[in-house]
Nanobody, 124 residues
Framework: QVHVVESGGGLVQAGGSLRLSCAAS????????LAWFRQAPGKEREFVAA????????AYVDSVKGRFTISRDNAKNTVDLQMSSLKPEDTAAYYC?????????????????WGQGTQVTVSS
């Protein structure tokens, strides 16, 4: 059974930084793409960032480009999201996901395993 667990969320002032971490167990994730999505109350789950199996390809939603960085450590079975220059509109529950393939996909349907989410709240 695959378990995906996020950590690192919290309350931060606008302009601040947070680092989210995701650890997977029950499956070696080195051959799979990984991603972060987010969901604000009353809104659909939104793609944030993805990374392919080797880390050579990354993708970001336009609203976070230049502020967020996704990275992975295949030896530790982890993926991180470094978030800087945070804005109130970044407030959401953030979810880590493991892809069905080795790419850096942007769509929910491309991901097979999900964590329970970690809350990020940015105050103005």
């Amino acid at each position: 059974q695959v378990h995906v667990v996020e950590s690192g969320g919290g309350l931060v002032q606008a302009g601040g930084s947070l680092r989210l971490s995701c650890a997977a167990s029950g499956r070696t994730i080195s051959s799979y793409g990984l991603a972060w999505f987010r969901q604000a109350p009353g809104k659909e789950r939104e793609f944030v960032a993805a990374i392919n199996w080797s880390g050579s390809i990354t993708a970001y939603v336009d609203s976070v480009k230049g502020r967020f960085t996704i990275s992975r450590d295949n030896a530790k079975n982890t993926v991180d999201l470094q978030m800087s220059s945070l804005k109130p509109e970044d407030t959401a529950a953030y979810y880590c996901a493991i892809s069905r393939n080795d790419g850096a996909g942007k769509y929910v349907i491309q991901y097979a395993y999900w964590g329970q989410g970690t809350q990020v709240t940015v105050s103005s």
